[in-house]
């Protein structure tokens, strides 16, 4: 995904191993910023040339105006940078991105790209506050085979990480199988139901049956 004009690119395994390149930031250096102004930007509005290549259909690009979360109360200086995630983001979210002017990165080819043009902010994700209070709301599970299990710590925070993930983005989830968690005792039937309307769940409707052992015996009886 390219924020300056939401431009959509896939590189398979075959072009990455032939042109191998690592990553310039990693998860752990993301910065939590505040939206403080946007400005969405309409398709007839944004700047199209030849070889563009796809151009995607679910985000929307926007002009944002964003301060530092550690820093809010304490200047009144924002940063201005461009986002492809106008259609969530409103004044006073929360997002998570990567504070590149403030970062000292060493990557020959980031170094070849014209200064002018580098962000000095770019956002990542919307943050939806205290993950904590989700994960133990959250009602339903993965199933894992058993070889899988005996190697798979589910506490990992990189484990968590992948299922906020799946809440956060239906098309990430579409071909993962969902099951319900019976030992969560409430759960979220459609939007209406889940009260904060921001706070990404997994529906009812998305969920399949968890069943055992037990219950198929029981049933063939």
Request: glycine share 4%.
């Amino acid at each position: 995904m390219i924020q300056m004009d939401v431009t959509v690119a896939e590189v398979n395994s075959t072009v990455f191993w032939r042109y191998p390149f690592d990553s310039i930031c990693n998860p752990k250096q993301m910065t939590e910023y505040i939206v403080m102004d946007i400005d969405l930007i309409l398709s007839k509005d944004r700047k199209t040339f030849p070889g563009q290549g796809a151009v995607s259909n679910k985000h929307i690009l926007a002009d944002v105006w964003v301060v530092k979360a550690s820093e809010l109360g304490l200047t009144e200086n924002t940063v201005h940078t461009r986002t492809h995630l106008g259609h969530i983001l409103k004044p006073g979210d929360s997002a998570l991105g990567y504070a590149l002017g403030d970062s000292n990165i060493n990557d020959p080819n980031f170094e070849k790209l014209d200064t002018n043009k580098i962000p000095d902010v770019i956002l990542v994700r919307k943050h939806y506050g205290d993950k904590g209070a989700r994960r133990r709301f959250r009602n339903w599970k993965l199933k894992h085979l058993a070889e899988e299990s005996t190697n798979l710590n589910t506490a990992t925070n990189d484990y968590l990480e992948f299922l906020d993930d799946l809440e956060e983005d239906p098309t990430y989830r579409q071909n993962v199988n969902i099951f319900r968690d019976k030992s969560k005792d409430q759960i979220a039937v459609d939007v209406d139901d889940l009260g904060d309307e921001t706070i990404p769940r997994i529906t009812l409707d998305e969920m399949l049956d968890d069943l055992n052992l037990e219950d198929v015996q029981m049933q063939e009886t």
